[in-house]
């Protein structure tokens, strides 16, 4: 079992629709949660970061982390077509030594 | 506003080559990373540095070196290249492991 779970996708929606991506993971460990958004042959760059628990909301992104079902999730209103891209999450644990986990991404495509 | 500057974009290496990826930051951040992203995978970490003089294998460091001899410098270097290592290549940096981690635009890598 992964450490960290993303369904890869991809998710296509109409413009305008609000969307779900999540990720589950399994150590218990993890404190620090973060959502990067991908365009097509171009690095990840940081759209949301949650520490702990709680929801965290900028703009059309909302982020949520459940840490007693050990889920989080990114939600994003009305949709624009240049949301599309693939979205990852990663996460770590506390110690500062200790490295980013990422999910494998899921490809978000947003119909005109 | 450089940020992280990889080099080449693309490079075709045939089977037991060796190459170099350069990477550089401005942003005066002790962390530093290398990533292969295979279709549908995610990142794999290859190998981290925490600042000059210190680096460490990340999850798939096997047929990859690296050095930190300057805060700013990161240089991965593939021996022997196979067609295993044919991937996206991203250099990362960060100031801790759970901050914002900024990449570059990637090294397209192709081993026949």
């Known amino acids: 079992q992964k450490e960290v779970e993303q369904d890869p996708g991809p998710l296509s929606v109409p413009e305008g629709a609000i969307v779900s991506l999540n990720c589950t993971y399994s150590?218990?460990?993890?404190?620090?949660f973060m959502w990067y958004r991908q365009y097509s042959r171009k690095g990840p760059e940081l759209l949301m970061y949650t520490y702990s628990s709680g929801n965290k909301e900028d703009g059309r992104f909302t982020a949520q982390v459940d840490k007693s079902s050990k889920y989080i999730s990114l939600f994003i209103r009305d949709s624009q077509p240049s949301d599309s891209a693939t979205y990852l999450c990663a996460m770590s644990e506390e110690d500062s030594n200790y490295q980013l986990i990422w999910g494998a991404g899921t490809k978000l495509i947003i119909k005109p | 506003n450089a940020g992280v500057t990889q080099t080449p974009k693309f490079r075709i290496l045939k089977i037991g080559q060796s190459m170099t990826l350069q990477c550089a930051q401005d942003m005066n951040h002790n962390y530093m990373y290398w990533y292969r992203q295979d279709p549908g995978m995610g990142l794999k970490l290859i190998y981290y540095?925490?600042?000059?003089?210190?680096?460490d294998k990340g999850e798939v460091p096997n047929g990859y070196n690296v050095s930190r001899s300057t805060t700013e410098d990161f240089p991965l270097r593939l021996e022997l290249a196979a067609p295993s290592q044919t991937s996206v290549y991203f250099c990362a940096s960060s100031y801790s492991s759970h901050t914002e981690a900024f990449f570059g635009q990637g090294t397209r890598l192709t081993v026949v």
């Open positions: 540095s925490v600042g000059a003089g210190i680096t």
């Open positions: 150590n218990s460990a993890f404190q620090y």
